[in-house]
């Protein structure tokens, strides 16, 4: 188990992102590299959920444009939890617009999501603009480049993903990684976040494909996304330990072997 924390120390002194480096050492401090993606569709079930699998998680992801009774006030107890259980807020709004269409859904809106979130994240087909957009309204936030995609049939070429990659080593410091299904690139600033992660599913019938923990981790994942395996399960507490341990277990092993 110390080695996950090893291994992310050893990360710090090539992180140039503020809130990468604060999400290290949520890692190094709660000995976890799991993040939840909330995909429920009211605030009592968001709230629910993120308390109790809040302990055995380093990122909670959301939907916010999901939820179907959204207030205010539901952002106040989401920060409460995220100060309860010290986890970051990744809004996963995938921005896919021009910057200035982006800069307004970014800060604007019923969801003001410039206020609240740590992380988010955009597709790369617009090209640089949209980065700029972000940065520009940003109030200390970290952008996750979306560089491959888990759902069959996905647009991500090899040459995509080189344009993202590139993309991000022009705005380092506010590009924090990717969202990817395998290590991108071999510069260390850059963290991966791999989604698409079940540990009994292969997949669904819209597209959707599984990999399990150990083969996430063994493909270069730092965070480990994990949805339907947790909030679909009977006891979310016991699902996200679950999963924990077994991110946890796997990155030790694929280090332990040299990876």
Known sequence: MARLTDVFA????FIKCPKALNLLKIIQRKETNLCVSADV???????HLVDEVGPFVCMVKTHIDIIVDFTAD?????????AKHDFAIFEDRKFADLGSTVQKQFSGGVHRISSWADFINAHAVVGPGIITGLKSVAQGQ????????????NLCTAEYTKTAVEMAVANSGFVSG???TEKVTDNREFLNFVPGVHISSAGDNLGQQYVSPESAIKKGADVV??????????????????????????FTDNYAKGS
Do not use: P
Not at 10 to 13: D, W, Y
Not at 74 to 82: D, K, M, N, R, S
Not at 144 to 152: D, G, H, L, R, T
């Open 74 to 82: 539901l952002i106040t107890q989401l920060q409460a939890l995220a």
């Open 178 to 180: 990717f969202i990817c």
């Open 10 to 13: 050893a990360k710090e002194e």
């Open 225 to 250: 996304i994990v949805g339907r395996g947790i909030y679909r399960a009977e006891n979310f507490a016991k699902a996200a330990q679950k999963y924990r341990d077994a991110c946890r277990d796997a």
């Open 142 to 153: 970290s952008l996750i480049m979306i560089a491959q995609m888990s759902a069959a049939g």
């Open 41 to 47: 569709s009211t605030s009592a079930e968001l709230l």
